[in-house]
């Protein structure tokens, strides 16, 4: 599944013809999290349900400040 164009943005540096939701979910998560809009986000719940997302904060590198709006999000 490639990234919609408002997601792909985020993405800059990477090679978009590579990077997929199913090899490189933690890194297209943690992204998200950390830089994107609402729309992005919103997308991100939509293809990855927010009970896995909230499984996988405890891995991802995140600023405090948004590993803590995440974990009281989804808690």
């Keep these: 599944?490639?990234?919609p164009?408002?997601?792909a943005r985020y993405f800059w540096g990477d090679n978009l013809h590579e990077i997929s939701l199913e090899k490189h979910?933690?890194?297209i998560t943690q992204t998200l999290l950390e830089k994107g809009d609402t729309?992005?986000?919103?997308w991100l719940f939509?293809?990855?349900?927010?009970q896995t997302v909230k499984a996988m904060?405890?891995?991802?590198r995140l600023s405090k400040k948004s590993a803590h709006f995440?974990?009281?999000?989804?808690?």
Aim: hydrophobic letters at 45%; glycine letters at 0%; aromatic letters at 10%.
């Design 39 to 42: 729309d992005a986000v919103r």
């Design 5 to 7: 164009r408002s997601v």
């Design 46 to 50: 939509s293809v990855v349900p927010p």
């Design 57 to 60: 904060l405890p891995e991802l």
């Design 70 to 75: 995440w974990k009281v999000y989804l808690s």
């Design 1 to 3: 599944m490639p990234l």
């Design 25 to 27: 979910a933690k890194y």
